[in-house]
């Protein structure tokens, strides 16, 4: 029998952390699948339960250097936050105390800043005592992973940064405990302790900023749960009670009223409403609900009161399924395996080879002492290849990069989001609330001539603020979101709107009263066939506006129609020249909607987007995501809403605006806290410049070490009697690292 299990592991700090676990759990026989997720430190794991067992897949876990917490209960969201808040304050100490021993180790021994020190940072033995915490308790996190990387044959950037600081190290301790041995083949003995200590605490530092990002990952999660109504008014034995939303079942009846929350999903039994379903579809426009039509729990109920029998409750419902999917396409992200861990793979293994060999020729054919001379110049091989420029070339890159697209007002939450939006080929938009501005505005006033009563001297010419005061007056007491666009415009252009009596809302229809002693009505076609009101005369202008996509209401006036008014979503500003950016860039553009399929053509049309997908919910956007993916495409989601969350965990990169819900933004890679569509692209170009620049970094680290290694071996020595002073070295390296920061600060003033 198949089952899936999702348990904690302790112990995970990278992306390689995850690729080893799943690799190891993939191994037990019965497991199907497993996947590892870094965001919350967890794996879901599917197996055939006859076969394995949580001890099987606890061993599975322990082998390779971690702990699984699979005979305990997952823990609460609170307690979560809490743990990963104690995690982050144990790495900020680590980090503060490495950079203030690294910063003082260097006074101390950096040549002409060193001059400055006191005596007592400029003794060896002081520096020793400073650095050997940071090398031994700040740096075991790089040894425990490099263990676990050599135990699965590969090797990554914590193995690179193990064997080149414990190098540094060692040499350096080397020289502070026997200097006499170096001073009697005429080297100065001379430490870098400093070099040791700083890239620790530097290193830690940019986890210390990624792991901060990633903390909040789960918020997402809470404030998706914190959505639901607390508790139900149910009838039961025909009496109403007011039950927690635990205790609700199948079949139950719940009556709602004006301005509730919906508790659970289900179907209207009596009543009629607008409901807001803003939360789920995302759109702006409030929706008529009456008998045997459904509604979804944790939207909000706007004018009418209702009863509805439940058909969905707990983890069944539309809401609980979204917070479902968030998690899975969270931990569906596969990590992206950096430029560095690759080459650093074979890198590494090819260095410690190049050492052993240079200890063995130097042993057998070198001159005496042959020991000496083996030993040092194979420390002179490792320490030219110490990974110091390696480990800057990706974090300052991205430091830079991340820095300058916050000056933009683009927030980056980590790195690998960056890296990843420079491969994007395909972006899909959300409409309401991303392409558009999120609420009805008025677009369009049409004034209709008519003879309003038998026997009148003419005609009564009504203009656009005569039409729009009456529609304002009369809306004035209704509480549908149309109502509230109409009253806007009417007080934005300080018109005085009068009393209406006897005012009475038509649920589905529109409104009636009576103004300045007519009767006037309000609303759709349904509302004037009802009223037996013609149309007819403004056919063309009603079928042009509802084929711009916009919502048109019709006012009568004593049996006649006397105007039009249309509302719609107004498109932003910065959309055109956005997509046309991001066309120039030659990225495909899509927009997605859970609105009818001729507004979302209107707009489609206006933007110049021709891939339009509408009439779609939230799982069936996530479902659009996976599938242009399923092409080989690299998806950017861009959206703002609770619906959005989903397709914006699933894609590549999620982007979402600042003007979107605490979800979204958090179920993203990228927000734009500028709200504007330009920054899409600017974006990408600016991911595309920071991987250009990271690729730039690794050639220069790389390229010292290989032009240098020879040398170190002794290349030089059987012609010139040339060796590489381990001193120079260290210079070499000090070097390298200066020109990758150098060109990673280039970026600020790149355009």
Not at 214 to 225: D, F, Q
Not at 432 to 459: C, F, H, N, Q, Y
Request: proline share 3%; net charge neutral; charged share 20%.
């Amino acid at each position: 029998m198949e089952t899936k299990k999702t348990f904690s592991i302790k112990g995970m700090h990278c992306a390689s952390c995850v690729l080893i676990l799943e690799k190891a759990l993939r191994k037990v026989e019965g497991v199907s699948e497993a996947n590892v997720n870094l965001a919350t430190n967890k794996a879901t794991v599917t197996y055939d339960s006859q076969k394995v067992t949580n001890d099987h897949l606890a061993s599975a876990v322990a082998n390779v250097g971690y702990e699984a917490m699979v005979n305990e209960e997952l823990k609460s969201e609170d307690d979560e936050q809490k743990e990963k808040q104690k995690e982050l304050k144990g790495l900020r100490t680590k980090v503060s105390i490495s950079l203030v021993l690294g910063v003082l180790i260097l006074w101390g021994s950096f040549p002409g800043l060193m001059n400055t020190a006191p005596m007592i940072l400029q003794n060896f033995w002081v520096q020793l005592f400073l650095a050997t915490p940071v090398q031994f308790w700040v740096g075991w996190s790089f040894y425990r992973a490099t263990v676990s990387a050599l135990r699965h044959r590969t090797a990554n950037m914590d193995t690179l940064v193990a064997i080149g600081t414990t190098v540094a190290y060692v040499y350096s301790a080397f020289v502070t405990v026997l200097p006499n041995v170096v001073l009697n083949i005429g080297i100065e003995p001379f430490p870098y302790f400093d070099v040791a200590t700083i890239i620790i605490g530097l290193i830690l530092l940019g986890r210390y900023f990624e792991a901060k990002a990633k903390a909040g990952t789960s918020e997402a999660i809470k404030k998706l749960i914190g959505l639901q109504a607390k508790t139900a008014r149910v009838i039961r034995d025909g009496k109403e009670i007011d039950l927690p939303i635990n205790e609700v079942e199948i079949g139950d009846l719940i009556r709602v009223r004006p301005g509730e929350k919906i508790p659970v999903d289900g179907v209207i039994f009596e009543g009629e409403s607008s409901i807001d379903e803003s939360m789920i579809t995302g759109e702006s426009m409030p929706t008529d609900k009456t008998k045997n039509d459904t509604v979804v729990g944790a939207t909000m109920n706007k004018t009418g009161s209702f009863t509805f029998k439940a058909t969905k409750v707990g983890a069944d419902t539309m809401l609980a399924q979204i917070i479902k999917l968030v998690q899975e396409a969270q931990g569906s992200k596969a990590p992206i395996q950096r430029l560095a861990d690759l080459v650093s793979s074979y890198f590494v293994p090819i260095v410690i080879m190049l050492a052993i060999a240079t200890f063995v020729v130097w042993y057998d054919f070198g001159p005496v002492p042959v020991l000496t001379f083996a030993l040092l110049n194979t420390v002179a091989v490792l320490i030219i290849a110490c990974p110091c420029a390696m480990g800057l070339a990706t974090p300052t890159a991205i430091m830079v990069g991340t820095g300058k697209g916050a000056g933009y007002g683009i927030l980056i939450k980590d790195a690998e989001s960056l890296e990843t939006a420079h491969k994007i080929n395909t972006i899909i938009f959300d409409k309401t609330g991303t392409l558009t501005r999120g609420k009805p505005e008025v677009t369009d006033i049409v004034p209709i001539s008519v003879i309003l009563s038998p026997g009148s001297a003419g005609t009564k010419d009504l203009n656009r603020d005569d039409i729009l005061q009456l529609a304002g007056s009369i809306e004035k007491g209704s509480e549908h979101s149309l109502a509230e666009a109409i009253v806007k415009e009417a007080e934005s252009k300080q018109l005085s709107l009068s009393k209406v009596e006897k005012f009475q809302a038509i649920p589905g229809h529109g409104v009636e009263g009576i103004v300045n002693g007519k009767r006037i009505v309000f609303g759709n076609k349904r509302l004037m066939d009802k009223e037996g009101i013609d149309i007819s005369s403004a056919g063309n202008e009603i079928s042009t506006m509802e084929n711009g996509g916009k919502t048109v209401m019709m006012i009568g006036a004593e049996g006649k129609l006397i105007g039009l008014i249309a509302v719609a979503d107004i498109i932003k500003e910065s959309a055109r020249e956005g997509l046309a950016a991001l066309q120039q860039l030659g990225i495909e553009v899509a927009m997605i909607t859970g609105d009818n399929q001729r507004t979302a053509s209107a707009i489609g049309r206006s933007l110049g987007i021709t891939k339009i997908l509408a009439e779609v919910l939230p799982d069936q956007k996530e479902a659009e995501v996976r599938k242009i993916q399923a092409e080989g495409k690299v998806v950017a989601m861009v959206g703002d809403g609770i619906n959005d969350a989903p397709a914006l965990a699933a894609a590549n990169v999620g982007i979402a605006m600042g003007s979107g819900t605490d979800v979204a933004i958090e179920a993203a890679d990228i927000t734009l806290i500028n709200k504007d569509l330009r920054s899409v692209a600017t974006a990408i170009q600016l991911s595309k410049k920071t991987m250009r620049t990271i690729k730039q970094n690794l050639f220069w680290a790389f390229g010292y070490n290989i032009i240098l290694i020879p040398v170190a071996m002794g290349a030089l020595y059987p012609l010139w009697g040339i060796l590489l002073n381990p001193i120079f070295a260290s210079v070499a390296m000090a070097t390298s690292s200066v020109s990758v920061v150098a060109n990673s600060l280039l970026l600020k003033r790149k355009k």
